[in-house]
């Protein structure tokens, strides 16, 4: 657990010293303001629908830009064999920037409290679904930011990362969107594979056990694939 603090802390403050952090948290905030405040505004609703009801596509460009450089750079420039030389396991890194880039996430959304509030002043709000969409960006946050590392130890170019990163990111977001293209004894699967569904149950307010386990699977699918990557690498 020290290690892979020490690579968190390494890594969360490696963060904010590069313009990018700043210029990716910006962008999130005014596409999302954009999204909270065009509901609130244009129809009158006290409510959040709007923000979460996109959120899962603006995570599926924003996190894997947070993530692109956390592997691929260190292969790049040879620090990662550097890495290996000292007292850390595979495990210790992988988890140590997993927790980083959730970590910058949740920092991320923090701003994003500013939507609930202000309507909590304004309008009668259901706090029952801010709660449960909260948890919920967290958790999608948290797989999302699995895959974007995972796309990052595939190849040394930060932009390819990216790419691979978006496009599963994508693709889990858009598949229960697809489902009249699949054959019908599939159907039940790949609605279970859809990241925005499980998300949507939890911006409704319902806490299922079915949707954070999905969260957790996706994470710990990447992250394993992310260490037999790293692996076949040594």
């Not at 959304?109 to 009668?124: E, N």
């Not at 149950?201 to 079915?210: H, I, M, P, T």
Request: net charge neutral; glycine share 6%; aromatic share 18%.
């Amino acid at each position: 657990m020290h290690r892979i603090l020490q690579i968190f802390k390494k890594e969360f403050k490696s963060y904010f010293i590069s313009p990018v952090a700043y210029i990716v948290i910006s962008i999130f905030l005014l596409v999302t303001g954009w999204f909270f405040f065009s509901s609130f505004f244009l129809y009158n609703q006290a409510s959040l629908r709007g923000f979460f009801s996109l959120l899962p596509f603006t995570f599926s460009f924003v996190i894997p830009a947070v993530t692109m450089r956390l592997i691929s750079e260190e292969l790049n420039v040879g620090s990662y064999e550097t890495l290996l030389t000292l007292p850390v396991l595979t495990l210790d890194v992988v988890l140590g920037k997993f927790f980083a880039a959730v970590g910058f996430v949740a920092v991320m959304l923090v701003p994003t409290l500013f939507y609930s509030v202000s309507i909590s002043f304004l309008g009668d709000l259901d706090w029952g679904p801010v709660v449960g969409g909260t948890l919920g960006a967290l958790l999608m946050g948290a797989a999302f930011s699995a895959v974007g590392i995972f796309a990052s130890s595939l190849t040394r170019n930060q932009i390819i990362a990216y790419i691979v990163g978006l496009a599963i990111c994508f693709a889990l977001t858009l598949i229960d969107k697809m489902l009249f293209f699949l054959p019908s004894r599939a159907l039940a699967f790949f609605q279970y594979m859809g990241a925005d569904a499980h998300f949507q149950n939890f911006a409704k307010g319902v806490l299922d056990s079915r949707d954070i386990l999905y969260f957790l699977s996706v994470c710990f699918i990447a992250l394993y694939g992310t260490s037999l990557t790293l692996q076949e690498r040594d």
